[in-house]
């Protein structure tokens, strides 16, 4: 069982930044992919940003593309994803997941059903 643990969240101004970074707490097996998503009132889970591990490649929502910047590190054996946001927006205010693939789902990164661990979440608020 992996546990992923969220932090970073807070509340900002629009135009600000914010670093949202999620721990992963087995380290043994490298995930096919690891996603943020988020999920604002009375909407639907949407898949923020993406990152294969095994290549490292990442992929966007459109809303997001050039404001924010998925990564993940392995400093001291523990697997680290962060999600930089910048230049951030009202309509950016949401709870954020981290979420982990371990099986290598064939459905497309956005899909939420593709992902067998979810974070608790962490909220970001965007004030304008």
């Known amino acids: 069982q992996v546990q992923l643990v969220e932090s970073g969240g807070g509340s900002v101004q629009a135009g600000g930044s914010l670093r949202l970074s999620c721990v992963a707490s087995?380290?043994?097996?490298?995930?096919?992919?690891m996603s943020w998503f988020r999920q604002a009132p009375g909407k639907e889970r949407e898949g923020v940003a993406v990152i294969y591990s095994q290549r490292g490649t990442t992929d966007y929502a459109d809303s997001v593309k050039g404001r924010f910047t998925i990564s993940q590190d392995n400093a001291d054996d523990t697997l680290t994803l962060h999600l930089q946001m910048n230049s951030l927006k009202p309509e950016d205010t949401a709870m954020y997941y981290c979420?982990?693939?371990?099986?290598?789902?064939?459905?497309?990164?956005?899909?939420?059903?593709?992902?067998?661990?979810w974070g608790q979440g962490t909220q970001v608020t965007v004030s304008s």
């Open positions: 979420a982990a693939d371990y099986v290598g789902y064939a459905s497309k990164w956005t899909v939420a059903g593709g992902y067998n661990y």
């Open positions: 087995d380290n043994t097996y490298r995930s096919a992919r």
